[in-house]
């Protein structure tokens, strides 16, 4: 069952309200975007749920920063550096909400969202996950996925199935898609997820 699906488009704007000041001040642009989804998701629900992070490229932009400011003064911040790292987002968040559940942090190259996602399908727990990137151009997706036999009043019941070598690669855009139930079903070379 899917629970809650979000889509924050690169250009909207990000409300943060729910972060004191000082800690929202240090959050990067993708660190915003998935606590942004994060918590649209999960605002109200107890915590103690696993989190799938997935960012084909991370925080990009900042790493090129502080390679280059090691490169011209042989030094970086340390607190830059806490945040540059590959799982800082899912990990500050995490720290955040007082969630002490696992969470994992993937990057699979082209095949990202389709990894990350099987990741989350294949839990034995409530698992949020979330897909953001630097990029100007990509949306942030989330969503809350329940294990079988797992319900919730508002959720989207779904099968999971076997996928097709054959099917094409899984875009944002197709994801959001059936997220709005503008198709009945998700087919990856993975798996297939059809609307019930």
């Known amino acids: 069952m899917l629970f809650r699906p979000v889509v924050l488009a690169s250009n909207a704007p990000v409300k943060l309200d729910f972060v004191p000041p000082l800690q929202r001040r240090r959050l990067s642009r993708l660190q915003q975007h998935t606590f942004a989804v994060a918590y649209q998701i999960t605002d109200g629900m107890l915590q103690n749920y696993r989190v799938v992070f997935a960012s084909q490229d991370g925080e990009d932009e900042l790493t090129r920063k502080l390679v280059a400011a090691f490169t011209a003064d042989g030094d970086v ?67 809350f996925i329940l294990p079988e036999n797992d319900v919730i009043e508002g959720g989207i019941l779904c099968q999971r199935s076997e996928g097709h070598i054959d ?16 198709t009945s079903t998700l087919t990856s070379r993975y798996f297939t997820l059809t609307r019930c």
């Open 77 to 143: 911040s340390p607190m830059r550096f806490s945040t540059s790292v590959y799982n800082a987002a899912p990990g500050l968040y995490s720290i955040f909400t007082k969630n002490e559940a696992s969470y994992s942090a993937l990057a699979a190259g082209d095949e990202t969202l389709e990894c990350s996602l099987l990741e989350a399908l294949l839990a034995d727990q409530r698992t949020l996950w979330i897909y953001s990137e630097e990029t100007n151009n990509t949306p942030t997706l989330g969503v």
């Open 167 to 182: 099917a094409p690669q899984l875009t944002p855009s197709i994801i959001e898609a059936f997220f709005n139930g503008e």
